[in-house]
């Protein structure tokens, strides 16, 4: 019987081998049938077996596979009746065989074993594909292991190159049928790889597996072809049950549990007896059995790369499972020793020995490959009944199927894989008593009959320590009785177990020994067995080690995999650079090969948290701290690259696969370790129990503290004996830090360390874990952190990924989980608990990928909690720290909880809320799980609500506490983060089933795994993730903020910031087109209203234009705020930027109405000179022509003729205005004194100050003191308060003498940690005054001012300037000066007003201020309020004076009069005059139109004015430094918004007159041929109409006008004067040639003309840019760069924060500047006064606490160099000292490294603030 699609050679093969053996004749007695699938045809089977010349057609038939159609079936047996006919009735046997042999002498002859062979080795051919043994054959071939033990024949090869049969004894047989034989069993193979959907695949990689899939089914039935997959996830995942997936039967031909056949009849009960005790009843179900669950293991063994293996090797160990040992290759039959994937396991175990009658217990940990243990072999020779395999079980751990037997569920009596195989298992003490055994054996198991299996055979019987031989019966003449023999006379120690003996344990020799196995339970045996063997290793044996024995297997031919050339080269590579650490004590290798990670770093890390804590003189002690970081840095740079270092680099950056080469140097690095850690461990185990002892009988005595003590130094030397392949990274980390902080050139021969972050990142891309915090120092590597996630970027792309990190309790199994959870690698063994935290990426699969917003998974690994390394050393605040940087770095944190004794949780869950109210007001929202492990009964769901309603009592409780700590509202958890305790607890089995070492992982923690896995995926598909450039941000921020002590007010978003700022951008641009817009329809109608054609302006008429712009601009905006890759960011803005937004485009509306109203009203108050106007044109246009008539004889005469006309001109004029009074000129001088006078202001005083011109410059002043008059105070001159405070003075006279005693001298204060930068107590106010008084000199008058006279009343004087200045300037534009004219009264209301506040101000302080301030700052308010006056007046005059009008327009008339003379036509006269009336309107459209273009053109691309606020406030302090310009600094600290007013206007005409010229001009040229082309189009159009209509020049001249009433304004002209005029095309012609000179005149118009007209670029461009905050920063005056004026309520924030001296700030009672920046002082523990004049101080790091004006700031602090205005300080000390009268001195005495900075670097260290 064959199955169908087999090769030609399949169906000839049985019928040669049995030509061979029994003769040609017997092929007359064979029928071939060869079998189908149901609906399969065999057409190519039948093609074969005819074209076989051995066979008839009547010799073979096809049919079915289950035989039981009539159809097929009736004609075989016919066929099968002609057969037997054919030959007589007789069958054919071995006699006739001899018979015809005998005649034969070309035959040679057989054995008669061999005819009688039952056809075993055919049967064995057959197996795998029918699956249909009798029932007999079935007792008679299986035995233990549930295997088939019908002996398989391997061919060996001889030297010869001849084959051997097998030991058994059998003769040699022919070549082709073990070749035959070898095809079977490779189709067989083939078909198990095919079943298994292996076949095609390449070899499984650790790849295929680090990759998050669908869920694993647990519960479901699993179909053949995923098996192999589901096998290998639950594997991963430790669930030992992989092994017993249950099998969907997709397919008919697969047998199932339950029987198919069915009988349906209703015949009698014989005949069902009938078929009941029918034999061949289940033989005709030809069908195909499912896969063997140890075929799965081994298939999938075998289609692994070695990295799979060693991964899938391990996992099975971690499951109790036995491990191959030897294999042979399913191919080629060679054997293999897989000695690599043994290298990752690491075994512990506890030796009991017996010492002076009491148990010493040892504990001893070792990778297994080096553990020298004994070794109990297991072999069988020939068949039993027993299972060997169950019966090792029992040995090792009857509770638990190390070995693979036939009870096992799933087991089959088809195995295709197995046999020859040597598994491992190694039986581990607990040095528990009554243990089987005392100390670590391991027991191999030979799978199969092993008097076939020679080559494993030997090498386990000669590696041994013990053979256990299991035997049918012991008898000579057997054919296992020579290798009994063998073993027998060996010195090796021999067990025999007999199947058909039932004596017990004999001692035959001293180590020989027969048990015997008949009529005897398991354990019996067992037990038995198990003494014998404790009896035998008790004395001397043979010790094993897994890579000895590897290394002798290769003289027996058998292959190593670490033989490999890739493995051997990374092996050989790696012993290179270990080499170099041997002869050395662990705890020292570090320090001398890795020294940049060891003290350096850790006093690097240490200074560096000092930096963000500062004391005492903080900028020096900032500048001495940076000096010594750099230092370090250079120190590291010096020993960095020790020789294993550059072998390491050199290696992973030259070798094509660097995987071997890391894993053989962790193992050889671990092997350094091993002992060392082995013993430091148990010591500190020791001495803990002892420490929780004493603390358990609350034993506070000394021994306690002693004891503790020697923990710590255990701890210590842990932390030096632990070294692994993370400290090698952490060292290439810290090479590259401190190569990068120096930016250092590498030198020759020296890797470089500039390719380390790329280095890295390859290997964090193949699924190695990364450091992100380094354990040992407690710090995150910032700059190499950056710098690898920037290469992952570069290779990989900003993908999204999700984090999930974890949090929880030293050894409660994180790692574990998560390795678990997700096939990662990170270490979990007891003397390896993660410190610090790894991250590690984990893809996201293509077939759930479309279900994820993020394309990979980032894994945060953390170390407990409470670590008990740590016990005693700022635990608390290291576990704080840890925490609130793992919970703000994850998407989700996962809290991993042991036990279930609240108590224990309390610590824990204190630290994680914390951690979670920070986020909370830092506005991070991450989602967290409560993961509650060891839980004894998670099934009991009544428990499990009770522990939930416990577990969210105990999170309130803690919320409410951490509130308090964290001045935060919060009653509840679900306060402070979105947490639902039904859903987001989740319980978890203990991990072990049973007690370790031996106890297997427990099923239920891997179901409660899938279930967190899966729980956590439905999660975070809800979630966007975050893109790795955002995480690096969130890492960077994070880490800054937790330097600090503070860490909510520390801590600063760069990523929200980053959002914020283009928003900003956006902002701007959404804006500039609603006031662009605006401004071309104010211009618009400026026009028509000055046209007349306007005399009322709607808002909803304004609303309506504006319309269609806002509309767009609300659709920009929703498309940002909707598609932005930000949106999840956004959406905190969104809201009140819509209302910005609308508020903007509401104000411009209501402010060009508000314009409009004003230009109408003007007109209205002109209405009646415009009406006198037209009368004055008329009479001045017909005089004009009335003269010309006279004076015709004299035209030629040109002279005479304007001389004429000059002559009559002045009597028009007289004529014309006689009854209109002139409007005289402004005096303003004149003015401006005699108001001062009348004040009561001496003329001397006056004069002075104009003279001197300080005036203008009041406002900027840096020292008023010498404004103010100490004559209020004379009355401290009486002689009692002389006595009284003459000792106090005296000695605070001489103590600010010696402090002030030469620059650069320490000074020595009361109170050395406040600063002290405003006015002084009452007491030392009065002893201050004293001193002056007592004061005989100028300098100690002076003196005494200065420190009376301080910071905050300096503030206070320029906040009086400031308000009376705007109340001045908004009083007098206020005034109606364009309508009526400028008035002396103006200037007399606004100086009275000046007095009053000044004497306001005087009676509510303790000083007064000289009469020279006062008139001081009336001239300057008159001063600031000339221009727009003068301006107004100007204007009014224009509108409103006759006389002036009358004279501007005579040119105009004495053209006309000329052109009259000359005899020229009405129509050439109109033309000229049109002409002359479109040249001033043209001038100014073109004027005002290119001003709005070229502020459009500037907003848009000059780079100053196209970002946001910051931008523009970054391009004007560059622009103060490239000019070096004092007064402009000054302007720009005292009164910002002028300054950048200032910079404004200096661009525009910079970028208009000289950087963009002709840009400029052609913008110009472009608005002159648009008003070109609109007068030609109005005056063809006017013409046309006027001819069409038959219409007269009035007609023309209105219709010309309202064609031009939008753009250009156009007064109406008399036409009575040229009523004659009839041609009208004429007319067009003369007014166009009029205009070409015109246009050509406007085209090469000067830029500068923009600046007599409305609309001017650089005031646009202000308007725009100026509409933003303007609020100083309390301490240093920087202002605030928040794009948006009112932005309440995100607080006002500036990067470039600067020193406070730079504004005045000096100390309290000295004259000495202050130089501390503000953003080092909110870091230190200093404090300062907030009011002048109360002795209440605040700390620094409280500065929100101290008043409004502090609490509206958000100052971060910042250890960055501010370069910029450092350089300042140094640049302009002199100048800032004579500005303030102060001087940098004492503890303001400039560090000697600030001036080392460059303008160069100054204005770059710009672009570094402005990109933070």
């Known amino acids: 019987m064959l199955p169908n699609g087999r090769h030609n050679n399949h169906y000839s093969s049985g019928l040669h081998w049995l030509e061979k053996a029994f003769g040609k004749g017997s092929l007359d007695y064979v029928m071939t049938v060869v079998t189908h699938k149901s609906g399969e045809t065999c057409e190519s089977a039948l093609t074969n077996l005819r074209a076989n010349s051995c066979l008839v057609e009547k010799r073979f038939h096809t049919c079915t596979r289950s035989m039981m159609d009539e159809r097929e079936i009736i004609p075989l047996l016919k066929k099968i009746d002609v057969m037997v006919s054919e030959n007589d009735h007789n069958c054919y046997s071995g006699v006739m065989c001899d018979e015809k042999e005998e005649q034969n002498e070309n035959k040679g002859q057989l054995d008669h074993k061999e005819e009688t062979m039952d056809s075993s080795v055919f049967q064995q051919n057959q197996r795998g594909d029918q699956g249909d043994v009798p029932a007999d054959e079935q007792s008679k071939n299986t035995t233990v292991g549930g295997e088939s033990e019908t002996k398989p024949v391997h061919s060996e090869t001889t030297d010869d190159g001849t084959s051997d049969m097998d030991t058994s004894g059998n003769k040699e047989q022919p070549v082709e049928i073990f070749e035959e034989i070898n095809k079977e069993k490779k189709i067989e193979i083939e078909t198990l790889f095919d079943r298994l959907h292996l076949q095609d695949k390449q070899k499984l990689t650790p790849a295929d597996f680090l990759k998050i899939g669908p869920p694993v089914k647990q519960d479901h039935d699993t179909c053949e072809k995923d098996l192999a997959h589901t096998f290998l996830q639950r594997l991963l995942m430790l669930d030992y049950r992989a092994r017993y997936i249950p099998v969907r039967q997709d397919s008919p031909e697969v047998s199932h549990s339950k029987p198919d056949l069915v009988f349906e009849t209703t015949e009698t009960d014989d005949n069902d007896l009938d078929a009941l005790f029918n034999p061949t009843v289940e033989d005709n179900q030809s069908k195909q059995t499912h896969v063997h669950p140890m075929d799965v293991q081994m298939a999938v063994f075998h289609c692994s790369d070695s990295f799979f293996k060693q991964n899938m090797i391990t996992k099975l160990s971690q499951c109790q499972y036995a491990l191959p040992l030897l294999v042979p290759d399913p191919v080629t039959m060679d054997i293999d020793c897989p000695l690599w994937t043994f290298r990752q396991i690491r075994k512990s175990w506890k030796i009991t020995k017996i010492k002076d009658n009491s148990n010493i217990v040892t504990m001893k940990s070792s990778p297994i490959c080096k553990a020298e243990t004994p070794m109990v072999s297991f072999l069988r020779l020939g068949s039993l009944s027993l299972s060997k395999s169950q019966l090792m079980n029992t040995l090792i751990n009857d509770r638990h199927n190390t070995f693979f037997h036939r009870n096992c569920p799933g087991s089959t009596k088809s195995r295709h894989l197995m046999d020859g195989v040597a598994e491992i298992a190694w039986y581990c003490p607990a040095g528990k008593p009554k243990e089987a055994f005392t100390d670590c054996i391991a027991f191999c198991n030979l799978h199969g009959d092993a008097l076939s299996i020679e080559k494993q055979r030997e090498i386990l019987m000669e590696k041994s320590s013990v053979n256990v031989v299991l035997v049918p019966s012991l008898e000579k003449g057997e ?227 002693g004891k503790k003590t020697e923990l710590a130094q255990i701890s210590t030397k842990l932390q030096s004996a632990t070294f692994g392949l993370e400290h090698i990274f952490r060292e290439m980390g810290q090479i590259y830090e401190a190569h990068a902080s120096l930016q250092k050139h590498t030198k020759r021969g020296q890797p470089d360390w500039s390719k380390y972050p790329e280095l890295a990142a390859e290997l964090m891309i193949s699924g190695h874990p990364m450091e992100l915090m380094d354990g040992d120092a407690r710090h995150v590597p910032l700059t190499w952190i950056c710098s690898l996630l920037d290469e992952v970027i570069k290779k990989l792309g900003d993908k999204r990924v999700f984090v999930l990190s974890v949090l929880g309790v030293q050894s409660s199994g994180k790692s574990t989980m998560l390795n678990a959870m997700f096939g990662l690698q990170f270490a979990v063994s007891a003397g390896r608990c993660t410190k610090g935290a790894f991250m590690q990426l984990v893809k996201v699969s293509e077939e759930i990928k479309n279900d994820f917003q993020f394309d990979y998974v980032l894994v945060v690994d953390t170390e407990g909690l409470r670590a008990l390394e740590l016990e005693g050393n700022a635990t608390l605040h290291h576990d704080n720290e840890l925490a609130t940087f793992v919970v703000g770095l994850g998407n989700m944190t996962l809290i991993n909880i042991f036990g279930e004794n609240p108590a224990e949780m309390q610590d824990v869950l204190q630290i994680v809320v914390q951690a979670f109210m920070r986020m909370k007001k830092v506005n991070l929202s991450p989602s967290c799980v409560f993961v509650h492990q060891n839980v004894t009964d998670i099934a009991a769901a009544e428990k499990n609500m009770d522990g939930k309603k416990r577990l969210q009592e105990k999170l309130d409780q803690m919320a409410q506490l951490a509130a308090k700590e964290e001045v935060c509202d919060a009653e509840c958890f679900s306060d402070v983060i979105a947490f639902d305790v039904q859903k987001d607890v989740k319980y978890f089995a203990q991990l072990w089933e049973g007690s370790p070492p031996m106890a297997p992982p427990n099923p239920g923690y891997s179901e409660s795994i899938q279930e967190l896995k899966t729980f956590i995926l439905s999660k975070a598909s809800q979630s966007d993730g975050i893109t790795l450039s955002k995480f690096k941000s969130k890492i960077h921020d994070l880490w800054k903020a937790l330097m600090n002590e503070n860490f909510v007010f520390s801590f600063k978003n760069t990523l929200e910031i980053a959002v914020y700022r283009k928003l900003e951008v956006q902002y701007w641009n959404w804006t500039w087109t609603l006031r662009s817009n605006m401004l071309t329809i104010e211009n618009g109608l400026h026009t028509r209203i000055e046209n007349g054609k306007l005399d009322k302006i709607e808002l909803n008429n304004l609303h309506k234009v504006m319309s269609k712009t806002y509309e767009k601009i609300k659709k920009a905006m929703t498309t940002y705020f909707d598609d932005d890759r930000d949106k999840e960011m956004l959406v905190q803005w969104r809201g009140r930027f819509e209302n910005k937004i609308k508020e903007f485009h509401d104000e411009q509306v209501r402010g060009v109405k508000r314009k409009l109203n004003e230009v109408i009203q003007q007109k209205n108050a002109c209405k009646k000179l415009d009406d006198k106007k037209t009368e004055f044109e008329n009479k001045l246009l017909q005089k004009s022509k009335e003269l010309a008539h006279q004076l015709k004889d004299k035209a030629k005469d040109e002279e005479e003729l304007e001389k004429y006309f000059n002559f009559v001109w002045s009597g028009w004029v007289r004529e014309l205005t006689a009854d209109t009074k002139p409007i005289e000129d402004i005096n303003y001088e004149e003015d401006q004194s005699t108001i001062l006078q009348e004040l009561g202001f001496e003329w001397r005083l006056i004069d002075e100050s104009k003279t001197s011109g300080t005036f203008k410059k009041i406002s900027e002043v840096g020292d008023y003191s010498h404004y103010v008059s100490l004559t209020k105070h004379q009355e401290l001159c009486n002689t009692g308060q002389q006595s009284q405070s003459h000792e106090k003075t005296k000695k605070l006279k001489n103590k600010n003498i010696q402090k002030n005693k030469g620059k650069g001298t320490k000074q020595q204060r009361t109170c050395p940690d406040q600063e002290t930068e405003t006015l002084p107590s009452k007491s030392a106010t009065l002893v201050s005054k004293t001193v002056a008084l007592f004061s005989e000199t100028t300098t100690k008058a002076t003196y005494y001012i200065k420190g009376y006279f301080g910071y905050e009343e300096q503030q206070l004087i320029r906040s009086l300037i400031d308000d009376v200045e705007k109340q001045s300037l908004d009083s007098i534009k206020s005034k109606p000066v364009t309508t009526r004219g400028y008035s002396p009264t103006y200037l007399r209301e606004v100086a009275n007003k000046v007095k009053e506040n000044v004497k306001e101000f005087e009676s509510k302080r303790k000083y007064a201020l000289k009469k020279v301030f006062t008139v001081d700052l009336i001239l300057y308010v008159f001063h600031r309020a000339e221009s727009w006056l003068s301006e107004s007046h100007k204007k ?111 661009e525009v005409q910079k970028y208009i007159f000289t950087d963009n010229k002709d840009k400029a001009q052609n913008i110009l040229k472009k608005n002159v041929e648009g008003i070109k082309n609109l007068l030609s189009q109005a005056l063809y159009d006017a013409t046309e109409k006027v001819e069409t209509q038959k219409g007269d020049t009035n007609m023309w001249v209105k219709e010309f006008s309202s064609l031009l009433k939008k753009e250009l304004t156009f007064n109406t002209i008399c036409c009575q004067n040229f009523s004659d005029i009839n041609n009208f095309d004429f007319l067009k012609e003369e007014t166009e040639k009029g205009l070409v000179s015109v246009i050509e005149e406007v085209s090469s118009l000067s830029l500068d003309k923009m600046k007599e007209f409305r609309m001017k670029p650089d005031q646009i461009l202000i308007d725009q840019l100026c509409n933003c905050c303007w609020v100083t920063c309390p301490f240093c005056a920087a202002v605030c760069t928040n794009t948006i004026a009112d932005h309440s309520p995100e607080k006002h924030n500036v990067p470039f924060h600067r020193s406070s001296g730079i504004n005045g700030w000096h100390t309290r009672g000295t004259l000495n500047l202050v130089i501390t920046f503000c953003t080092t002082s909110v870091a230190s523990d200093r404090r300062f006064y907030p009011q002048h004049d109360s002795d209440k101080t605040v700390p620094y790091k409280e500065y929100q606490k101290a008043g409004k004006k502090y609490a509206t700031w958000q100052i971060t602090p910042n250890e960055s160099k501010l370069t910029y205005w450092k350089w300042f300080v140094c640049r302009f000390q002199e100048q800032l000292e004579n500005h303030y009268k102060l001087k940098f001195q004492g503890r303001g005495e400039i560090p000697s490294e600030w001036r080392n900075y460059s303008k160069q670097e100054a204005i770059e260290s710009l672009d570094e603030m402005y990109n933070l």
């Not at 459009?1496 to 103060?1520: I, Q, W, Y």
Request: hydrophobic residues 35%; proline residues 2%.
């Open 479 to 705: 054919k296992s009785s020579d290798i009994i023999s063998d073993l027998y006379r060996s010195p090796k120690p021999l067990i025999i177990l007999i199947a058909d003996s039932n004596c017990g344990a004999v001692q035959m020799k001293a180590t020989n020994y027969k048990i015997g196995l008949k009529d005897r339970s398991l354990s019996d045996v067992s037990e038995e067995l198990n003494k014998v063997i404790g009896i035998i290793l008790s004395g001397k044996h043979v010790s094993f080690q897994l890579e000895t024995m590897a290394l002798k297997s290769k003289r027996s031919k058998i292959r190593v995999d670490e033989d490999d050339e890739v493995c051997k080269k990374g092996k050989s590579d790696a012993m290179e650079v270990v080499n170099l650490l041997k002869g050395m004590e662990v705890s020292k290798i570090k320090d001398a090969f890795f020294p940049c990670q060891g003290q350096l770093w850790h006093k690097w890390c240490r200074i560096n948290k000092e930096l963000h804590n500062l004391k005492g003189d903080i900028e020096k002690e900032k500048c001495q701290k940076q000096q010594e970081l750099m230092q370090i840095r250079r120190d590291q740079c010096k020993v960095s690259c020790s020789e294993p270092m550059k072998l390491f680099i050199e290696s992973l950056s030259s070798l094509p696969s660097t995987e071997y080469f890391l894993k053989w140097t962790q193992i050889l690095i671990d092997a350094l370790s091993t002992d060392d850690l082995t013993s430091i461990l148990q010591s500190y185990d020791e001495k803990w129990s002892e420490v929780l002892a004493l603390k358990k009988k609350h034993d506070k005595s000394d021994e306690l503290k």
């Open 1436 to 1546: 009014f005059k224009g509108n409103n004076d006759a006389l002036s009008y009358v004279e501007s327009k005579k040119m105009q008339y004495y053209n006309i009069f000329r052109s009259f003379c000359k005899g020229n036509s009405s129509a050439v006269v109109l033309g000229e005059l049109i002409c002359e009336k479109l040249k001033v309107s043209t001038v100014e459209a073109v004027c005002n139109k290119t001003a709005i273009d070229l502020a459009d053109e500037m907003k848009c691309t000059f780079p100053a004015f196209s970002g946001n606020r910051l931008n523009l406030e970054k391009h004007v302090l560059k622009s103060l430094a490239e000019k070096e310009d004092f007064d402009g600094f000054i302007t720009y600290i005292r009164r910002p918004r002028n300054q950048v007013e200032a910079f404004i206007k200096e």
